[in-house]
């Protein structure tokens, strides 16, 4: 084992222990779901079982069915598998100690398994590790659409058009003119990066032309929950350090989009979508820790992900990103009533999470489908279109996000299982 993979070990393991930690003593949780309930459990009004309970039923189908096949398609954890993991031991176990210790060696043996799964093609008869990786190939270039379709939602079709357009246009003239020259030096611009800038400098645009305001509900409403959450900041420092350390070594992905982009070598953008996603969560963190007073185990949502990205070394992002963590809890109760005093802003946030949704269930089909279709030409593509549709049927047991993923893994495990009884032919 090289000394990077055992790094990579203790860096999970301490994200899995510590994320457990800060769930079991109610400091912070990473389901934005779970945190408007942890206030009946803090007042005594849902005992440890039936909050676990609750964690459980609204986490596992996250960490299974939607986590899983993203990070088995890209090689890249998606840390719903870490995080939501972390959410369901902490609030399961009472004794902070073992609820800890558990943390850890599942941390551990996140990184373990998913190697032991890539490694496991090797020796399958149909090895569609290649393949299943083009899964997320259409999520590279659909997720630039994601400003016009949130303009479209909140501003109206005619401003979704425009802003579409103008996203083309700043992509295709990206394309002609690249590479630029820059103090002597050929860099080859961004396309998708340039078109999504364009798109995001519309909805903020219009935005911050809207005149709409609402009352000022001052101070006193959540102040002992933003004393709450202040007087635990530096327990949340080290976790913002460890998901920032992490994202350094490109090992974690905040969402499908960063992911498929890391598996592609696509650094920046991959970190442009996590700064993005800080702007699409931040309404929602900031309200669910304002009424709870309980934060969010990864802060706004993946901009501290995105500062680990960016970062020159794991000790700059350890640094970055403890300091990104505690800037957020600083200044909270003012972005909190600047989002309440500003509406427009805090639907955008909305809205950009919505369309990035819908993008995400039409490219992760559109990718499902074609790695089916590399695994199992034409009779691939059939069954993908055919378990979707029949998913849709039965009332979606498998999220949408995750049907086409799934669907073409379930392919790949057929093909494979026909070729050892013959039925099928190895090309």
Not at 59 to 64: A, E, P, R, V
Not at 74 to 84: A, E, N
Not at 294 to 313: E, F, K, R
């Amino acid at each position: 084992m090289e000394m990077v993979d055992i790094i990579k070990i203790v860096i999970f393991s301490l994200m899995g222990g510590y994320a457990t930690f800060l769930t079991n003593r109610s400091i912070a949780v990473y389901h934005d779901g779970l945190r408007p309930i942890m206030p009946e459990f803090l007042n005594g009004n849902m005992t440890r079982r039936e909050l676990g309970g609750v964690t459980f039923a609204i986490s596992i189908g996250f960490i299974t069915g939607f986590a899983m096949p993203i990070t088995i398609a890209t090689g890249i954890i998606v840390i719903h598998i870490v995080l939501l993991s972390a959410d369901i031991i902490g609030t399961f176990v009472k004794n902070t100690a073992l609820a800890v210790f558990i943390g850890v060696v599942y941390g551990a043996i996140v990184p373990l398994t998913l190697d032991a799964i890539i490694k496991g093609f090797e020796y399958l008869p149909v090895n569609f590790l290649d393949a299943l990786a083009s899964v997320g190939d259409p999520i590279i270039y659909a997720f630039v659409a994601f400003p016009a379709i949130a303009v479209g939602y909140q501003f109206g079709k005619g401003k979704g058009l425009i802003t579409f357009l103008l996203s083309a246009l700043g992509w295709i003239i990206t394309e002609r003119i690249n590479p630029v020259n820059i103090a002597g030096n050929e860099v080859a611009l961004s396309t998708q990066g340039i078109a999504m800038l364009v798109g995001m400098i519309c909805l903020i645009t219009y935005a911050a032309r809207d005149k709409s305001r609402v009352e000022d509900i001052g101070d006193g409403l959540f102040a002992e929950n933003v004393k709450r959450i202040r007087k635990n900041i530096y327990f949340l420092l080290p976790m913002g350090a460890i998901l920032a350390i992490a994202a350094n070594y490109h090992w974690i992905a905040g969402e499908p989009i960063a992911a498929a982009l890391l598996a592609d070598g696509e650094i920046t953008s991959a970190a442009l979508v996590a700064f993005i996603q800080a702007l699409a969560f931040m309404p929602l963190v900031i309200t669910t820790a304002l009424v709870s007073g309980v934060y969010a185990t990864n802060g706004w949502c993946d901009w501290i992900i995105g500062l680990g990205y960016v970062s020159a070394n794991p000790v700059m992002a350890g640094v970055l990103g403890a300091g990104a963590m505690g800037a957020e809890v600083l200044s909270m109760g003012r972005i909190g009533k600047f989002l309440n005093k500003f509406p427009a802003l805090k639907l955008s946030g909305d809205n950009i999470r919505s369309a990035m949704l819908q993008i995400l269930e039409i490219a992760l089909l559109v990718g499902g489908i074609n790695a089916a279709n590399q695994i199992w030409p034409g009779t691939g593509m059939f069954m993908v279109v055919a378990l979707y549709i029949l998913n849709e049927i039965a009332g979606k047991p498998v999220i949408r996000l995750a049907a086409g993923p799934i669907a073409a893994i379930i392919v790949g495990i057929l093909v494979n299982i026909l070729a050892l009884t013959g039925l099928y032919i190895v090309q």
